[in-house]
């Protein structure tokens, strides 16, 4: 995600790479949500508050505070800040489900959380004081604790199909960002449509989208909102792997 959205960011502006992200994935989504859209309608009518609430804190807020954060961070930065989801999500679990940390559970956060110092300090020490915040990386953050309240909120999710939850909730992000995408195209910013921004689109749609949001919207329940998120430092490995190929790609 990070990766992508950073490659085109000079092409594509925030809200219209989160606007034209969500209205990709609908169309991917619609074939798969549509037998089951009708049956769900009247749960989604029941439960607006909620839909609004996911949609905004999740499909919505979470991207577009990201992409606009990019616009001042690397990929790598972006990716390590979003490593601190388990460090947000423990206490607003806490403090709302009363859930708790076991021990062996901390042990893992600070063994994974170790693991990313080396990566971003390429095992010197030193270069951690080179580390300093941004305003992109403000905003990073701004997103990272809005998505902690979207995984821990996830047991409120209304009754419905999981295909036809994402529909309704990356329904409720494209309203969102039409506003501000139109205060984009009014201030003269403008789409470059190229192969490359339409391949890095297509990625954001199919994959952080479509694929990402199914698989982590079945597991949260599953396994809970801690446990869930002590797979986030293992992010910047796959970013720092993601931005040399890009690197070696041009």
Same mark, same amino acid.
């Given at each position: 995600?990070?990766?992508?959205?950073?490659?085109?960011?000079?092409?594509?502006?925030?809200?219209?790479?989160?606007?034209?992200?969500? $209205?990709?994935?609908?169309?991917?989504?619609?074939?798969?949500?549509?037998?089951?859209?009708?049956?769900?309608?009247?749960?989604?009518?029941?439960?607006?508050?909620?839909?609004?609430?996911?949609?905004?804190?999740?499909?919505?807020?979470?991207?577009?505070?990201?992409?606009?954060?990019?616009?001042?961070?690397?990929? $790598?930065?972006?990716?390590?800040?979003?490593?601190?989801v388990p460090l947000m999500t423990i206490p607003i679990a806490w403090l709302l489900l009363r859930h708790t940390v076991k021990p062996w559970q901390v042990a893992g956060l600070l063994c994974s959380l170790a693991g990313v110092a080396v990566i971003?300090?390429a095992g010197n020490p030193v270069n951690i004081a080179r580390f300093s915040f941004n305003p992109g990386d403000l905003l990073i953050l701004t997103g990272v604790v809005l998505w902690s309240l979207y995984t821990v909120m996830l047991y409120r999710?209304?009754? &419905?199909?999981? &295909?036809?939850?994402?529909?309704?909730?990356?329904?409720?992000?494209?309203?969102?960002?039409?506003?501000?995408?139109?205060?984009?195209?009014?201030?003269?910013?403008?789409?470059?449509?190229?192969?490359?921004?339409?391949?890095? $689109?297509?990625?954001?749609?199919?994959?952080?989208?479509?694929?990402?949001?199914?698989?982590?919207?079945?597991?949260?329940?599953?396994?809970?909102?801690?446990?869930?998120?002590?797979?986030?430092?293992?992010?910047? $490995?796959?970013?720092?792997?993601?931005?040399?190929? &890009?690197?070696?790609?041009?």
């Open positions: 995600n990070w990766v992508a959205s950073r490659a085109v960011y000079q092409e594509v502006t925030p809200f219209a790479m989160a606007f034209w992200r969500w $209205v990709v994935a609908v169309l991917i989504i619609l074939p798969f949500a549509f037998p089951h859209l009708r049956r769900d309608f009247p749960s989604a009518l029941r439960h607006w508050r909620w839909i609004l609430f996911f949609g905004l804190a999740g499909p919505a807020a979470f991207p577009i505070f990201g992409y606009i954060g990019i616009r001042y961070t690397t990929a $790598v930065n972006a990716a390590i800040l979003n490593s601190s971003i300090t999710r209304p009754p &419905m199909h999981p &295909m036809s939850f994402l529909f309704y909730t990356a329904l409720v992000a494209i309203a969102a960002c039409v506003p501000f995408y139109a205060g984009e195209l009014a201030a003269g910013d403008t789409f470059s449509v190229n192969l490359r921004t339409l391949v890095a $689109v297509g990625y954001l749609a199919l994959f952080p989208s479509v694929i990402a949001f199914i698989c982590w919207n079945h597991a949260v329940p599953l396994v809970g909102p801690n446990v869930a998120t002590f797979f986030y430092p293992a992010a910047p $490995v796959f970013a720092r792997v993601a931005a040399g190929v &890009m690197a070696a790609l041009g």
